[in-house]
């Protein structure tokens, strides 16, 4: 692993259906966010941590939630999806202000 | 509230120089980044400012920060067909949180 890894790369999901996207990052960064990228509405913030044991809310929280148990991971959980989330998901790491973001390779998801 | 604002659309020749624009309004924003995207990809960043900055210069990129203006620029010197991708601005606005625009999208013709 280098930077961060996200799972799966890209998946179609039935609507209702509950769904957790993974995100790895191996460099010891204390902050991690999730994005969804949209045609036309550019990056938004769906959730945050700034450090393990902590999360919060983003632009766009609702339908979603995170969990941050150590430093390493930081899951998207989908309880039951709806096509409205369609769309590609980034995650990304800082280790602080200026450093900028690391992202991932984003995840495309489709719900039908 | 914070909002980045950008063009949606740039095209140049290649060999020319491209210059990417973009405004924001938390004027307490402390480092303002520019990042790429290529297909498929996720973004890459590729270069910031802090804010008590005017300008600042790494290889063929040259960032133009007015503070006065909110106003933010990215000028690419003899801008290659590599550099098609699309482009963000970003500011920071709050703990380490960033606000991105919605990305100027480059094509760069031969």
């Known amino acids: 692993i280098a930077g961060i890894t996200q799972a799966p790369t890209s998946q179609i999901l039935a609507a209702g259906r509950r769904m957790t996207l993974r995100c790895t990052q191996d460099?010891?960064?204390?902050?991690m966010y999730w994005y969804r990228q949209d045609l036309g509405l550019g990056l938004r913030l769906i959730h945050y941590?700034?450090?393990?044991?902590?999360?919060g809310k983003g632009e766009v929280p609702d339908g979603y939630s995170v969990s941050r148990a150590n430093t390493d991971d930081f899951p998207l959980t989908l309880a039951s999806a709806v096509p409205s989330q369609t769309s590609v998901y980034f995650c990304?790491?800082?280790?602080?202000?200026?450093?900028?973001?690391?992202f991932g390779s984003g995840t495309r998801l489709t719900v039908v | 509230g914070e909002d980045v604002e950008q063009s949606l659309f740039l095209s140049v020749r290649e060999g020319d120089s491209s210059v990417i624009n973009c405004t924001y309004t938390d004027s307490s924003s402390t480092y303002l980044y520019w990042y790429k995207q290529e297909p498929g990809a996720g973004l890459q960043l590729l270069t910031y400012i802090f804010s008590n900055m005017d300008m600042k210069q790494d290889q063929r990129l040259t960032v133009l920060l007015n503070k006065k203006d909110k106003h933010l620029s990215l000028r690419i010197a003899d801008t290659q067909t590599g550099d098609s991708a699309i482009y963000f601005c970003a500011e920071n606005s709050g703990y380490s949180t960033l606000t991105f625009g919605k990305g100027t999208m480059l094509l760069v013709s031969p």
């Open positions: 990304a790491s800082s280790d602080g202000l200026g450093a900028g973001y690391t």
């Open positions: 941590s700034n450090t393990a044991g902590t999360t």
């Open positions: 460099m010891r960064h204390n902050a």
